[in-house]
């Protein structure tokens, strides 16, 4: 069983900056595919980044290209989201997923695993 916990969350003045963690269980981890999501009351769950097992493929959502940069260490089971230039528009509660389907998946029924989610607040 794969589990998946984030980290990192927190309150935010606008442009501020916050470094997400997700930790990811079992040994291996660098055959999952991890993708960042988010949610707002009364919203869909939407696509944030995406990396690959080997971190070569990333794919960003348009609303945060240029701002928020993803990466993984592979040797501690761990994917990162940095998000730099923070705005009230990317308060939400952001989850990790995880999967072994090949590819960048940008679809939140592709992932098979889902952590509980950690709280972003920006402030204006």
């Known amino acids: 069983q794969v589990q998946l916990v984030e980290s990192g969350g927190g309150l935010v003045q606008a442009w501020g900056s916050l470094r997400l963690s997700c930790a990811v269980s079992g040994r291996t981890f660098s055959s999952y595919t991890v993708g960042w999501f988010r949610q707002t009351p009364g919203k869909e769950r939407e696509f944030v980044v995406v990396?690959?097992?080997?971190?070569?493929?990333?794919n960003y959502a348009d609303s945060v290209q240029g701002r928020f940069t993803i990466s993984r260490d592979n040797a501690k089971n761990t994917v990162y989201l940095q998000m730099n230039g923070l705005k009230p528009e990317d308060t939400a509660i952001y989850y990790c997923?995880?999967?072994?389907?090949?590819?960048?998946?940008?679809?939140?029924?592709?992932?098979?695993?889902w952590g509980q989610g950690t709280q972003v607040t920006v402030s204006s």
């Open positions: 990396i690959s097992g080997s971190g070569r493929s990333i």
């Open positions: 997923a995880a999967t072994r389907r090949l590819g960048v998946r940008i679809e939140r029924n592709d992932y098979d695993y």
